[in-house]
Structures are given as C-alpha cells and as structure tokens.
C-alpha cells in the first residue's frame, strides 16, 4: 500500500515569490491536512480537507491557501513569500470516518521549502 | 496555555534499556486522543501508539507501551528494549473531542524529545 507522496520534496524560492506543493494521501483515505513544522513554532496545524471542503484551519493568514481535488489529492499555496515561511510542510491523510477511535494520521515525508 | 508539555528536550539511553519519554497534556475536553510519533531525520513522522480518553487500559504497541495517567493528565510513553534504530525525535500530540467526520485531523503538537541511543 503507496503512502503519502508528497512534491516537491526540497525547493528554494525567493522573497515575494508564490510556491504550491502537493500531496497524494493514501488511497481510500479521503481526509488530507497540512502542517508546518519550524525549529521556532514546532509543528502546527495549518488545514484540512475532506471531500474537497476545508473543514478547519489553523491560525495562519490568508497568504496561505489549499485545494483538494476530487481524487482526495491535495495542493497548499503560499502566497507573497517571508524568510518565515522557511520550513518543513508536512501533509497527512487519514480515513476520518468519524467513528470512535484513533483515525490516525499517516504522514508524508514532507516537503522543505527555503525563502530566500 | 501550551496545551501538550514536553519537559525533556533530549535524552540518551543505552541500546537494550528501556526508556520514559514524559507528555502531560491540557484539556477540558473529556473525549480527545493522545498520540506519539517518531521523527527520524529523514522528516517523516511515524505513528507508533495512540490512546483514547475513555480506553481503560494503557496502550500497547509491540516495544512501546503508554503510561496513560488521567487524572495527571499525563500519557508518558515506554519504549522497551531500545534500539540504535530509535534515535530520532518524538512527539506527543492530542487531539481534543471525537471527530466528527472530516475533522479528525487536527492536532497539536509538543516541542518533542531529542531520543539518542548509544552502545
């Protein structure tokens, strides 16, 4: 069973500059969320999907943005780029029936965007 | 308030010692979900082992196990036998309410322990 894919794995941008990244959760799981993890901020919550509705969001601005597509695959945007957006963008994918239990979150290896 | 507390930013056990990694964890939810994941250096985060606010025992998952202390509100995680292959970071997350369908995916994270295994 495929995991969570996600691309680009590395990238540079500069300052002002947009990026989107994407990210293929695995098949069947039709829940997809996003996290930014920095060595000052940690990991946090930034979105999630599910059935192509954005269901929550963390507390970031609206500089950064996200879509997901009828196959569950996902894509998040940043728009107007800051040294502060520097940082690892994981995405995971979960079945997220909503029934008791874990639901547990798979995680892709991440994609490491740098601002230059 | 920070809501998941990691005290130990790193921590070295020696291969074949059992180690505790703490998580205490802030919440007035009565139903949420506490889980650890392991960070090797490669970025990705692994599940290793989730608990439920109403399971009534402590979790288990082959080497590691979860020391679930509710009324602390502490989910303290055991892993046996160590390995050179568990060096990495770990991370306590929660999860507060059930879910319903669709949002289940909103954690918060702890800063994580730095887990350093030596010969």
């Known amino acids: 069973k495929a995991g969570v894919t996600q691309t680009p794995r590395y990238l540079i941008k500069t300052r002002g500059q947009q990026v989107t990244l994407s990210c293929s959760p695995i098949?069947?799981?039709?829940?997809v969320s996003w996290y930014q993890q920095t060595p000052g901020q940690g990991l946090q919550f930034l979105f999630e999907?599910?059935?192509?509705?954005?269901?929550n969001k963390g507390n970031f601005p609206g500089r950064f943005s996200g879509r997901q597509f009828s196959n569950s695959r996902s894509e998040m945007n940043v728009s107007t780029l800051e040294l502060g957006d520097s940082a690892l963008y994981l995405c995971?994918?979960?079945?997220?029936?909503?029934?008791?239990?874990?639901?547990?979150?798979?995680f892709g290896a991440g994609s490491r965007l740098t601002v230059l | 308030a920070q809501k998941i507390t990691q005290t130990q930013p790193g921590m070295f056990v020696q291969e074949k010692e059992a180690v505790t990694l703490d998580c205490t964890y802030d919440?007035?939810?009565?139903?949420?979900?506490l889980f650890w994941y392991k960070q090797p250096s490669s970025g990705e985060m692994i599940f290793l082992i989730y608990?439920?606010?109403?399971?009534?025992q402590n979790a288990t998952e082959g080497r590691y196990s979860l020391n679930f202390q509710k009324a602390r509100k502490s989910a303290n995680l055991v892993i046996s036998a160590s390995q050179l292959g568990d060096s990495a970071m770990y991370f306590c997350?929660?999860?507060?309410?059930?879910?319903?369908?669709?949002?289940?995916?909103?954690?918060?994270f702890g800063t994580g322990t730095r887990l350093q295994v030596t010969l």
């Open positions: 995971a994918s979960s079945s997220a029936t909503g029934s008791s239990g874990a639901n547990v979150l798979t």
């Open positions: 997350a929660m999860r507060e309410g059930r879910g319903s369908t669709g949002t289940a995916s909103k954690l918060t």
């Open positions: 999907y599910f059935s192509e509705t954005q269901r």
């Open positions: 919440t007035s939810d009565p139903s949420y979900g």
């Open positions: 608990q439920g606010s109403y399971d009534q």
């Open positions: 098949s069947g799981h039709r829940s």
